[in-house]
C-alpha cells in the first residue's frame, strides 16, 4: 500500500488511478501499460504460431492482424505518454526545504481552522471551497486535519450537484455517467463516516438515494449486492464501482 500524494488515501500499490480522486499512481499505470502491453505481445505470439493460417489469409487476413495490432500498440504507447505527462505537471508540492515545510504546516493549520468553523456551521458549499482549493490549487494535502473526511464528502456533493444536469440530457456521456455513478455510491455507503454523518445523513435520505432509484434505476437490493464489491470501510473504490456499473449507464435518466 502507498499514500496517494494528491489526495493522502491509502491506496494499492498497482492500482493506476486513485480510487477516491481519480489521480494518477505512476507506478500502478506503469505496470498497468506495461501488462497491456505483454497482453498484446501474446496475441502477435499467437498469430505466429499459426504462420499457415496466417499465410492462408494474406495481407487482408493474418498479416492485417498483426499491422493492426502493432498499431494499437503504438496507439497505447502515445496516449499513455501523453496522459503521464498531463497528469505529473500538475503533481501536488513536494515539500522539501524548511521554508517549503513551514508554508505546508501554516497552510494546514489555516486551512483546518477554517474547516473546522465551516464544520460547526454545516456550510457544506464553504468546506467544498477550503477542501478543492487545498488539492486543486494550492497542492496542499489536508490528510489529518480535522473534518477532513467531511470536507470531502463536501467536495464530493458540490461536485455531483454540478454533474446531475447531465441526467436531463438524450444521452448521457460515459465519463459523467461514471462520475454521477461513483459520488451516488459515495453517499450511499456512508463513508463520510461519523464525522459527516449529521449534515450528510440527512441528505442521503431525502436526496441520493431517489437519484440511486430513479433516475439511475438501481433498487436498494442492487446497492446492497454491490457492496462487497465497491466498499471497503470507509472508502468506496472508484474503479470497482465503474467496472460493476458501466453496463447500467445506458439506463440512466
Not at 95 to 121: K, R, T
Not at 234 to 245: E, G, I, L, Q
Request: charged share 30%; hydrophobic share 35%.
Amino acid at each position: 500500500m502507498k499514500i496517494c500524494v494528491n489526495c493522502g488515501a491509502e491506496i494499492e500499490n498497482d492500482t493506476a488511478r486513485c480510487p477516491y480522486c481519480g489521480y494518477i499512481n505512476e507506478e500502478g499505470a506503469r505496470k498497468k501499460f506495461q501488462a497491456d502491453l505483454d497482453d498484446i505481445r501474446d496475441d502477435i505470439e499467437e498469430v505466429r504460431k499459426e504462420p499457415k493460417k496466417a499465410l492462408l489469409k494474406g495481407l487482408s487476413g493474418g498479416t492485417k492482424i498483426v499491422l493492426i495490432t502493432l498499431g494499437v500498440l503504438i496507439l497505447l504507447a502515445v496516449l499513455f505518454v501523453l496522459e503521464l505527462i498531463r497528469e505529473t505537471g500538475d503533481k501536488p508540492k513536494l515539500f522539501l526545504s524548511a521554508d517549503d515545510q513551514a508554508y505546508a504546516s501554516a497552510y494546514i493549520e489555516v486551512a483546518g481552522e477554517q474547516l473546522s468553523e465551516a464544520y460547526e456551521n454545516e456550510d457544506i458549499a464553504l468546506m467544498a471551497q477550503i477542501f478543492d482549493k487545498a488539492y486543486s490549487e494550492d497542492r496542499v494535502s489536508l490528510w489529518g486535519v480535522s473534518h477532513y473526511e467531511t470536507g470531502f464528502a463536501s467536495s464530493c456533493y458540490m461536485k455531483l450537484k454540478q454533474c446531475l444536469p447531465e441526467l436531463d440530457k438524450g444521452k448521457i456521456e460515459k465519463k459523467k455517467a461514471e462520475e454521477i455513478t461513483y459520488y451516488c455510491f459515495y453517499f450511499y455507503y456512508r463513508a463520510y463516516g461519523d464525522d459527516g454523518a449529521a449534515i450528510f445523513d440527512p441528505i442521503r435520505e431525502d436526496e441520493i438515494i431517489p437519484i440511486i432509484t430513479d433516475r439511475l434505476g438501481f433498487t436498494e437490493e442492487d446497492m446492497e449486492g454491490f457492496r462487497d464489491r465497491v466498499f471497503f470501510p470507509p472508502n468506496v473504490d472508484r474503479s470497482k464501482v465503474y467496472r460493476a456499473t458501466k453496463k447500467y449507464y445506458g439506463n440512466y435518466k
